[in-house]
């Protein structure tokens, strides 16, 4: 057994000896590291732009002082201070956040960016290039949940039990693409689905209240949200099981491979020093958590 006694002893014979040095060298911060590998305009500005859509609680909202807040939210701003940077958050359209990204405008976006192979090659749902696509770091696992009015008075449980009634959601996300393709299955159904689209998920919330609409398609983490006491969960009920689980991305352009590449390994290092862990239980978000970052891994 070690000798934990002779430790004094050793350190002073140490000190008395010609050439007697320590048998380990400093670690350099793999913060630091990771921030000589951004790209070179990066580190001289010192600032990630960062595209998000503040409506979308508990992932990005604004907070009752009107300050950026979220899951989303808090996750950017420990990537950026991992790295040493700033971080400025620029509140716009969800549909404008790829063209932002694509033109430039934006370093990245993180705004439940649902990481999807169309939008990593930039194509529509006939395989037609629509757009140059983006890259994702992915971090987080959801799903789409279907919510109704509370009490579900129509016994919607299925996307089937949306035939012949209007549902509502958030223009340019998966759900809206996921209800344009029950739409054709309705049809073939003879039967009708009115989708109707709105810049906010809180409008398409609207209109479920009123009953204008029977359901709203959303990611999990959000309908849970909006079912929570206070969050007015008195209105809305999840229904049915979770549909389609895919990876959240950090959504950049395809040219920013450094940058991409970066995020992905300081992602990885607040997964481990407990950062990440403690960013999902503030939010309740912990059933998404993933193991380690992955590139382009959605589906």
Request: glycine share 10%; net charge negative.
């Amino acid at each position: 057994m070690f000798n934990r006694t002779l430790l004094p002893a050793l350190g002073t014979a140490c000190l008395l000896l010609t050439g007697c040095g320590s048998s380990t060298t400093p670690t350099a911060d793999p913060g630091t590291a990771l921030r000589a590998k951004l790209p070179a305009k990066l580190r001289t500005a010192g600032l990630l732009k960062v595209g998000t859509n503040l409506n979308y609680a508990p992932v990005d909202f604004k907070a009752s002082d009107g300050t950026a807040a979220g899951l989303d939210i808090d996750l950017a701003q420990a990537l950026a201070d991992y790295l040493g940077l700033r971080v400025q958050f620029v509140d716009q359209p969800f549909d404008q956040l790829l063209p932002a990204v694509q033109s430039h405008q934006l370093d990245l976006a993180m705004s439940a960016v649902i990481d999807t192979r169309q939008r990593q090659n930039g194509v529509d749902d006939s395989g037609a290039r629509a757009n140059p696509g983006v890259d994702f770091v992915d971090y987080f696992l959801t799903g789409t949940a279907i919510l109704v009015k509370a009490g579900n008075p129509l016994s919607i449980t299925s996307l089937d039990h949306l035939c012949t009634h209007t549902v509502a959601m958030q223009r340019g996300t998966v759900q809206a693409e996921i209800a344009a393709r029950q739409g054709d299955v309705c049809h073939k159904y003879g039967k009708s689905l009115t989708v109707d689209l709105f810049d906010t998920d809180d409008q398409a919330l609207t209109e479920v209240a009123s009953g204008k609409a029977v359901a709203d398609l959303n990611d999990y983490p959000v309908a849970a949200w909006n079912t929570r006491p206070d969050h007015g969960g008195d209105r809305f009920q999840v229904t049915g099981s979770m549909l389609q689980t895919s990876p959240y991305g950090i959504t950049l352009n395809k040219s920013d491979g450094a940058l991409r590449d970066v995020l992905a390994k300081a992602l990885d290092q607040l997964i481990r020093n407990g950062t990440y862990d403690r960013i999902l239980t503030k939010w309740n978000a912990r059933d998404g958590a993933v193991p380690a970052s992955e590139i382009n891994g959605g589906f």
